[in-house]
């Protein structure tokens, strides 16, 4: 058998939940007046019950997440500030992965995955070779030496 909720406890459900009493009786399809006499009266409806009880289980699974949001940017802060030391740099090593058409040119991978292109003499840098470059604007490098 389902137990019986107190008018107390249906508005603290309701509160904790940002849901005013108007609110929820406009969920649940009954008139505003129904819904203060069935609250202060502790008149609860089985119906009432299994919405408030989702309502609570759904803002209990919020505060989960919550939790475990607050443990992943634990974890990914070091890396985070290891990523800004890197930027504040302005050089990275990068690896030439292609030569283009363009024989001035060399295109390369960071570590962090992402790609960008530099200015060379022809036949100076090879495919495969590691280069310390200094960031110049949107994806051009230079070479830093």
């Given at each position: ?40 009266g ?83 840098y ?20």
């Open positions: 058998m389902a137990t019986k909720m107190t008018g107390k406890e249906c508005m603290a459900i309701l509160a904790k939940a940002g849901i005013s009493r108007d609110e929820f009786a406009g969920m649940m399809g009954i008139k505003r007046s129904t819904m203060r006499t069935c609250v202060h502790n008149r609860i409806s089985r119906k009432m019950v299994d919405k408030l009880r989702e309502l609570a289980g759904e803002e209990e699974e919020k505060e989960e997440i919550a939790e475990v949001d607050a443990m992943i940017k634990e974890v990914i802060k070091p890396y985070e500030e290891a990523v800004k030391k890197m930027d504040a740099s302005d050089v990275q090593m990068g690896k030439v992965y292609l030569i283009p058409q363009n024989k001035y040119l060399r295109l390369v991978e960071f570590a962090d995955g992402s790609h960008g292109k530099f200015r060379a003499k022809p036949g100076k090879w495919v495969g070779d590691k280069i310390l470059l200094r960031h110049l604007e949107r994806d051009m490098w230079e070479v830093a030496k």
